[in-house]
């Protein structure tokens, strides 16, 4: 059975730091783009980053740019979000995804997904 279980998720002040890991398990994703989403309350559910399978390439939604990193490691099975300079507004559930097959900004290309973890940034 394939799992994705995220991490690392919390309460934190605006300005504050926090680093996401989902590690995998049940099969190997080092052929296979990952990303991570997130969804608010009344929001739809919105990209964040991805990476490639090598991650050599790595996509960022222009509200996290220069912010937010996207890594993974492969021999571990797990992708990390590290999240700099929190605001309010990034303030949802975060969704580890896996397996896109398609462009990787799209929630609908992904064939995996994770439960969430909360994060919320105080002002």
């Known amino acids: 059975q394939v799992q994705l279980v995220e991490s690392g998720g919390g309460l934190v002040q605006a300005g504050g730091s926090l680093r996401l890991s989902c590690a995998a398990s049940?099969?190997?994703?080092?052929?296979?783009?990952m990303g991570w989403f997130r969804q608010a309350p009344g929001k739809e559910r919105e990209f964040v980053a991805a990476i490639s399978w090598s991650g050599a390439i790595t996509y960022y939604a222009d509200s996290v740019k220069g912010r937010f990193t996207i890594s993974r490691d492969n021999a571990k099975n797990t992708v990390y979000l590290q999240m700099n300079s929190l605001k309010p507004e990034d303030t949802a559930v975060y969704y580890c995804?896996?397996?896109?097959?398609?462009?990787?900004?799209?929630?609908?290309?992904?064939?995996?997904w994770g439960q969430g973890t909360q994060v919320t940034v105080s002002s």
């Open positions: 049940g099969r190997t994703f080092s052929s296979d783009a």
């Open positions: 995804a896996a397996a896109s097959r398609g462009d990787n900004r799209y929630a609908n290309n992904y064939n995996y």
